[in-house]
Protein backbone atom coordinates (compact mmCIF):
# COMPACT_ATOMS: atom_id res chain seq x y z
CA UNK A 1 0.00 0.00 0.00
CA UNK A 2 1.79 3.25 -0.86
CA UNK A 3 1.51 6.03 1.36
CA UNK A 4 3.28 9.62 1.78
CA UNK A 5 6.72 10.07 1.64
CA UNK A 6 8.00 10.24 5.14
CA UNK A 7 10.00 13.09 4.90
CA UNK A 8 10.87 13.57 8.86
CA UNK A 9 11.93 9.78 8.91
CA UNK A 10 14.70 10.40 5.90
CA UNK A 11 15.82 13.36 7.17
CA UNK A 12 16.85 11.97 10.66
CA UNK A 13 18.40 9.12 9.30
CA UNK A 14 20.08 10.97 6.62
CA UNK A 15 21.68 13.33 9.36
CA UNK A 16 22.04 10.87 11.74
CA UNK A 17 24.08 8.33 9.29
CA UNK A 18 25.96 11.74 8.43
CA UNK A 19 26.85 13.21 11.50
CA UNK A 20 28.15 9.61 12.78
CA UNK A 21 30.37 9.73 9.41
CA UNK A 22 31.51 13.45 9.79
CA UNK A 23 32.31 13.44 13.56
CA UNK A 24 34.53 9.42 13.34
CA UNK A 25 36.04 10.53 10.01
CA UNK A 26 36.78 14.23 11.48
CA UNK A 27 37.89 13.15 14.77
CA UNK A 28 41.58 11.90 13.00
CA UNK A 29 42.19 15.18 12.43
CA UNK A 30 40.49 17.62 14.79
CA UNK A 31 40.83 15.09 17.96
CA UNK A 32 37.45 13.92 19.92
CA UNK A 33 37.23 16.72 22.47
CA UNK A 34 36.68 19.25 19.22
CA UNK A 35 33.43 20.75 19.48
CA UNK A 36 32.75 19.86 15.81
CA UNK A 37 33.61 16.12 16.28
CA UNK A 38 31.78 15.86 19.86
CA UNK A 39 28.35 17.95 17.84
CA UNK A 40 28.42 15.66 14.97
CA UNK A 41 28.71 12.59 17.43
CA UNK A 42 25.86 13.93 19.62
CA UNK A 43 23.79 14.54 16.14
CA UNK A 44 24.42 11.10 14.96
CA UNK A 45 23.18 9.26 17.96
CA UNK A 46 20.38 11.59 18.87
CA UNK A 47 19.19 11.56 15.35
CA UNK A 48 18.13 7.69 15.08
CA UNK A 49 16.83 7.83 19.04
CA UNK A 50 14.44 10.95 17.50
CA UNK A 51 13.53 8.43 14.29
CA UNK A 52 12.08 5.33 16.62
CA UNK A 53 10.01 7.99 18.20
CA UNK A 54 9.35 9.65 15.15
CA UNK A 55 8.74 6.45 13.34
CA UNK A 56 6.11 5.28 16.16
CA UNK A 57 3.84 8.55 15.52
CA UNK A 58 3.92 8.98 11.60
CA UNK A 59 1.06 7.49 9.46
CA UNK A 60 2.86 6.25 6.43
CA UNK A 61 6.38 5.29 8.16
CA UNK A 62 9.64 4.62 6.27
CA UNK A 63 10.98 2.26 9.43
CA UNK A 64 7.55 0.75 10.27
CA UNK A 65 8.71 -0.51 13.84
CA UNK A 66 6.21 -3.22 14.22
CA UNK A 67 8.75 -5.59 12.16
CA UNK A 68 10.82 -5.51 15.06
CA UNK A 69 8.62 -7.68 16.75
CA UNK A 70 9.65 -10.13 14.41
CA UNK A 71 12.99 -12.46 16.53
CA UNK A 72 13.66 -13.37 12.90
CA UNK A 73 13.86 -10.07 11.43
CA UNK A 74 15.91 -8.07 13.96
CA UNK A 75 18.69 -11.33 14.29
CA UNK A 76 18.79 -10.94 11.16
CA UNK A 77 19.28 -7.10 10.56
CA UNK A 78 21.61 -7.14 13.86
CA UNK A 79 23.91 -10.07 12.14
CA UNK A 80 23.80 -7.93 9.08
CA UNK A 81 24.54 -4.85 10.59
CA UNK A 82 27.63 -6.42 12.85
CA UNK A 83 28.97 -7.76 9.76
CA UNK A 84 28.83 -5.01 7.75
CA UNK A 85 30.45 -3.01 10.06
CA UNK A 86 33.39 -5.29 9.89
CA UNK A 87 33.48 -5.11 6.82
CA UNK A 88 32.85 -1.56 6.40
CA UNK A 89 36.21 -1.27 8.55
CA UNK A 90 38.07 -3.63 6.89
CA UNK A 91 37.84 -1.83 3.00
CA UNK A 92 38.41 1.27 5.20
CA UNK A 93 41.85 -0.54 6.22
CA UNK A 94 42.92 -2.87 3.83
CA UNK A 95 44.09 -0.20 1.49
CA UNK A 96 46.46 1.08 4.71
CA UNK A 97 48.30 -2.47 4.59
CA UNK A 98 51.70 -2.42 2.97
CA UNK A 99 51.30 -4.43 -0.44
CA UNK A 100 52.99 -7.95 0.19
CA UNK A 101 54.19 -8.10 -3.12
CA UNK A 102 56.50 -6.24 -4.45
CA UNK A 103 56.80 -7.26 -8.17
CA UNK A 104 52.98 -6.32 -9.09
CA UNK A 105 52.65 -3.11 -9.87
CA UNK A 106 52.74 -0.56 -6.66
CA UNK A 107 48.44 -0.31 -7.05
CA UNK A 108 47.85 -4.13 -7.04
CA UNK A 109 45.62 -3.98 -3.74
CA UNK A 110 42.72 -1.58 -5.07
CA UNK A 111 42.55 -4.25 -7.80
CA UNK A 112 41.21 -6.67 -5.31
CA UNK A 113 38.23 -4.78 -4.36
CA UNK A 114 36.80 -4.95 -7.98
CA UNK A 115 36.84 -9.16 -7.80
CA UNK A 116 34.54 -9.02 -4.58
CA UNK A 117 32.10 -7.33 -6.63
CA UNK A 118 32.47 -9.61 -9.13
CA UNK A 119 32.30 -12.67 -7.22
CA UNK A 120 29.05 -11.11 -5.40
CA UNK A 121 27.03 -10.57 -9.04
CA UNK A 122 27.97 -13.94 -10.18
CA UNK A 123 26.88 -15.64 -6.83
CA UNK A 124 23.97 -13.67 -6.05
CA UNK A 125 21.78 -15.84 -7.90
CA UNK A 126 23.12 -19.19 -6.49
CA UNK A 127 22.76 -17.98 -2.99
CA UNK A 128 19.09 -16.59 -3.53
CA UNK A 129 18.31 -20.21 -4.68
CA UNK A 130 20.18 -21.78 -1.25
CA UNK A 131 17.26 -19.57 0.43
CA UNK A 132 14.49 -20.65 -1.66
CA UNK A 133 15.85 -24.64 -1.25
CA UNK A 134 16.98 -24.53 2.35
CA UNK A 135 15.42 -21.62 4.06
CA UNK A 136 17.11 -18.51 5.39
CA UNK A 137 18.74 -20.03 8.61
CA UNK A 138 21.20 -21.99 6.78
CA UNK A 139 22.69 -19.45 4.78
CA UNK A 140 22.78 -17.00 7.63
CA UNK A 141 24.85 -19.13 10.09
CA UNK A 142 27.56 -20.58 7.37
CA UNK A 143 28.19 -17.28 5.45
CA UNK A 144 29.01 -15.25 8.22
CA UNK A 145 31.69 -18.49 9.02
CA UNK A 146 32.68 -18.17 5.72
CA UNK A 147 33.23 -14.56 6.12
CA UNK A 148 35.54 -15.35 9.31
CA UNK A 149 37.31 -17.85 7.72
CA UNK A 150 38.24 -15.27 5.17
CA UNK A 151 38.95 -12.80 7.23
CA UNK A 152 41.57 -15.29 9.63
CA UNK A 153 43.02 -15.66 5.99
CA UNK A 154 43.51 -12.10 5.70
CA UNK A 155 45.37 -11.93 9.25
CA UNK A 156 47.90 -14.52 7.92
CA UNK A 157 50.89 -13.46 6.47
CA UNK A 158 52.20 -14.09 2.99
CA UNK A 159 55.44 -13.47 2.79
CA UNK A 160 57.41 -15.50 0.20
CA UNK A 161 53.79 -16.92 -1.04
CA UNK A 162 52.47 -17.41 -4.26
CA UNK A 163 50.12 -13.83 -5.21
CA UNK A 164 47.49 -15.78 -7.32
CA UNK A 165 47.10 -18.50 -4.42
CA UNK A 166 47.16 -15.84 -1.67
CA UNK A 167 45.18 -13.56 -3.28
CA UNK A 168 42.19 -16.52 -5.01
CA UNK A 169 42.21 -18.39 -1.52
CA UNK A 170 41.80 -14.76 0.85
CA UNK A 171 38.84 -13.06 -1.59
CA UNK A 172 37.10 -16.46 -2.62
CA UNK A 173 36.26 -17.27 1.16
CA UNK A 174 35.15 -13.77 1.66
CA UNK A 175 33.33 -13.13 -0.91
CA UNK A 176 31.41 -16.64 -1.22
CA UNK A 177 30.50 -15.94 2.35
CA UNK A 178 29.19 -12.33 1.75
CA UNK A 179 27.12 -13.75 -0.85
CA UNK A 180 25.62 -16.45 1.71
CA UNK A 181 24.11 -13.47 3.34
Not at 40 to 53: E, H
Not at 96 to 118: A, K, M, N, Y
Not at 168 to 175: A, E, V, Y
Amino acid sequence: MAGRVDWSGALLATVGLGGLVAGFMESVNLGWTNPLVFGSLIIGVGCPITLVVVEGNVTSPMLPLALFESRSFTGANLLTLFLYAATGVFFFLVPTEPDPSPGLFRHSRWCRHPSVILLMFFLSRWSGGLVARYGPRIPLIFGPLIVSLGFVLFAVPSVGGSYWKTFFQRWLFWGLGQRLL
